[in-house]
Structures are given as structure tokens and as C-alpha cells.
């Protein structure tokens, strides 16, 4: 008898995603109906993540918590930016898995699959009202601010080289370094 395949409908990937059990350190996504594992971060991509970090915590113009491993739903998946800037206390009783709305700002630091950071990710946070995407593009040595999200992608872009500053809107309201990225 010849074996006969049974591909998973995208709801029962789902549910295999959610009780999937990931190696520590790395990072599961769901995305466009792919699971995409991601292994633990290399040192260049942590420390592109500390500098962000530092800037937000220092130079803005507001208070905000920054997540680093916060599991967002958005109309493409479910999504771990690297890091999510929010409200102080806005994940406070969250689950896992949560709404995005309320978030101000995602970024992402490509790694491995640099395609998924720049569109189906993209394209996630601006289908989920996510006011401002933060690109850190470690092989195109860009950093990229995507704002003002419609019709499920970002109208404005805003690129500069590893190097040259980029002014953050309003609620951040500073320029960030990209200098030490190089």
C-alpha cells in the first residue's frame, strides 16, 4: 500500500507551533504559516540590540519599557521582534502571546533569514497597526525606520547607512547613533 501524505492545515500548524518545544536561546515564529526556528543570537547581533537599547532608555524623550522576547499576534503570524517598545507597563498581565495594539515600536536585527525581517515581518507589524518598524540590516549595513502603517505596509521609509544618524519621531524624539553598528 503506498503511503499517503496528510499535509497539516495551516489551524493544526498553528497548534503544533504553539506546543512546540524550542532548544534554549533560540527563538520560534510563526510566519505566514511557516514555523521558522531561529538559533541563539550571535555576539554582533546582541550587540546591535544593547546599543538600541541603551539609546531608548537614555535619549528618549519618555519613559517606555523595551521587551526582548515578546510573542506579538499580528494578521501574518506571531511574530518575537527583537525588541518591542511599549508604554511603561503595558505587557503587565499579558499572556505569551499577545495584542499588539499599544505597541509604538518593533525592531528587528537580521540574522539568519534576513528576508523574513524585511518582508513578511514588515509587512506583519504595519498589517497590525504598529506605528514604527526599526530595521537594523547587518549585510546591507542599513538601518531603516518604516512609519505611518496602511493598507498592510509602511508608506514612509526612512534608510541611512551604519554611521549616519536617524531622527525617531515623536513619542522617542531623538536621533540615534547608528555609528557603533559598523
Not at 54 to 73: V, Y
Not at 101 to 121: C, I
Request: with cysteine.
Amino acid at each position: 500500500m503506498p503511503a499517503i501524505e496528510h499535509p497539516l492545515s495551516e489551524g493544526s500548524l498553528l497548534q503544533a507551533f504553539l506546543e512546540l518545544d524550542t532548544p534554549l536561546g533560540s527563538k520560534a515564529e510563526f510566519i505566514e504559516g511557516e514555523i521558522v526556528v531561529t538559533p541563539p543570537p550571535d555576539g554582533s547581533h546582541e550587540t546591535a540590540f544593547s546599543l538600541l537599547n541603551r539609546q531608548f532608555m537614555r535619549k528618549a524623550e519618555t519613559e517606555f519599557d523595551l521587551a526582548g522576547a515578546k510573542g506579538l499576534i499580528t494578521p501574518k503570524g506571531r511574530f518575537v521582534p527583537d525588541g518591542t517598545v511599549s508604554p511603561v507597563g503595558h505587557f503587565e498581565n499579558a499572556e505569551s502571546w499577545a495584542d499588539p495594539s499599544g505597541v509604538l515600536l518593533v525592531f528587528e536585527v537580521t540574522s539568519t533569514n534576513p528576508f523574513k525581517d524585511r518582508g513578511p515581518k514588515r509587512e506583519g507589524y504595519a498589517a497590525a497597526g504598529i506605528p514604527c518598524y526599526l530595521l537594523v540590516d547587518r549585510d546591507a549595513g542599513t538601518v531603516t525606520l518604516f512609519t505611518n502603517p496602511e493598507d498592510g505596509d509602511y508608506i514612509t521609509t526612512t534608510k541611512v547607512e551604519f554611521g549616519k544618524p536617524l531622527d525617531l519621531p515623536a513619542p522617542f524624539s531623538f536621533t540615534l547613533d547608528t555609528g557603533p553598528l559598523r
